[in-house]
């Protein structure tokens, strides 16, 4: 078996680890990019050449020209849940099987929205930039959390996690996603304009698909209290960022945390991230020992499965699979 780890060094280092390659290697022959770019395109195509399996970092794309320049292609294992920068029908109609890994990062994307949610109510990150540029920051009010109200928008994993915590810390919990029934009698499921007109901190956790890209627009700001907040760590495409940067800079919101955004590799972008009352992080909900090394080692355990003729847990086109192994 041969495996091409699209990861580039530094993406190996943080996004997949010793233990995983190791594993890796102990399934195959396993082939690793050694460049500073993402492969794509011809480069891709050449790197993976004669590979059986592609074990794809989140940053590389895999077009349905890829999947005609390798014949010899059986799989694409993405370690990553977000599979959108791969053309499944394109891998389908050639009968290459595609998977994704599980959402090992629940536990530490939810860390970081606790952490937002302190940082946005209590001015921390503002007030320490300021004490390190050589100024005495301005003690100013803060909110106490307890007895405050969340919306959280989308109730998946980390949306199921987050609820009982922030209840916990003695704030109600408002939750709107059409797809599920909420059974928590703790918890009020509401239509998404209930949420954002009766919510002080809004966290954004929906899936970002055709149907949610810019979820999060003009309208949704203007129905969103003044003093409320606002935080997105789920995609930048939940998010119009112009009516975003448009609520920060009018004031229309108190504040917004994000930890990505439309920018490369999914980070923040730039002009947004720069805006007085944002926080912005690169991208590191996930970037945890724990959250990077479950998502690596579910592609090793997929590999395995794959070399003893089985069908990966995570496997989104089964049906469409015929270059089995």
């Known amino acids: 078996m041969k495996i091409l780890l699209t990861h580039t060094p530094h993406m190996r280092d943080n996004y997949y680890g010793a233990r995983a390659l190791s594993g890796l290697r102990s399934l195959g022959e396993v082939v690793l990019h050694q460049g500073h770019e993402t492969l794509e395109g011809a480069t891709l195509i050449s790197a993976a050449r004669?590979?059986?399996?592609?074990?794809?970092?989140r940053a590389t794309a895999v077009p349905a020209p890829i999947f005609d320049g390798l014949s010899s292609l059986r799989a694409v294992l993405r370690c990553a849940v977000d599979i959108r920068n791969i053309d499944v029908v394109a891998a389908s109609s050639r009968g290459v099987l595609v998977t994704r890994a599980k959402p090992g990062f629940v536990e530490s994307v939810t860390e970081l929205v606790l952490g937002f949610?302190?940082?946005?109510?209590?001015?921390?990150?503002?007030?320490?930039?300021?004490?390190?540029?050589?100024?005495?920051?301005?003690?100013?009010?803060?909110?106490?959390?307890?007895?405050t109200t969340i919306g959280i928008i989308g109730y998946g994993a980390i949306g199921r996690a987050l609820a009982p915590l922030v209840a916990n810390l003695g704030m109600r919990v408002l939750i709107s996603d059409p797809h599920v029934t909420v059974e928590n009698?703790?918890?009020?499921?509401?239509?998404?304009?209930?949420?954002?007109?009766?919510?002080?901190?809004?966290?954004?956790?929906?899936?970002?698909?055709?149907?949610?890209?810019?979820?999060?627009?003009?309208?949704?700001?203007?129905?969103?209290?003044?003093?409320?907040?606002?935080?997105?760590?789920?995609?930048?495409?939940?998010?119009?960022?112009?009516?975003?940067?448009?609520?920060?800079?009018?004031?229309?919101?108190?504040g917004a945390a994000i930890d990505v955004g439309?920018?490369?590799?999914?980070?923040p972008t730039p002009a947004i991230a720069k805006l007085e009352g944002v926080i912005a992080t690169p991208h590191i909900g996930g970037l945890t020992p724990p959250a990077i090394e479950a998502q690596a080692l579910h592609t090793v355990e997929q590999v395995s499965a794959l070399v003893s003729g089985a069908v990966p847990d995570g496997a989104v086109n089964e049906?469409?699979?015929?270059?089995?192994i």
């Open 262 to 267: 439309r920018a490369p590799d999914q980070m």
């Open 319 to 324: 049906q469409s699979w015929t270059r089995r």
């Open 185 to 254: 009698p703790n918890f009020r499921q509401v239509d998404l304009p209930t949420l954002l007109a009766g919510s002080d901190h809004l966290v954004c956790l929906a899936i970002a698909n055709e149907a949610t890209e810019n979820l999060i627009n003009a309208e949704a700001f203007a129905r969103m209290r003044r003093d409320a907040v606002f935080i997105n760590v789920s995609r930048g495409n939940l998010v119009d960022e112009a009516a975003l940067a448009s609520a920060i800079s009018e004031g229309r919101i108190a």
């Open 117 to 147: 949610l302190v940082d946005l109510n209590r001015g921390i990150s503002r007030a320490s930039a300021a004490y390190q540029a050589g100024e005495v920051p301005i003690a100013r009010m803060g909110r106490q959390l307890a007895g």
């Open 50 to 57: 004669n590979c059986d399996l592609i074990v794809a970092d």
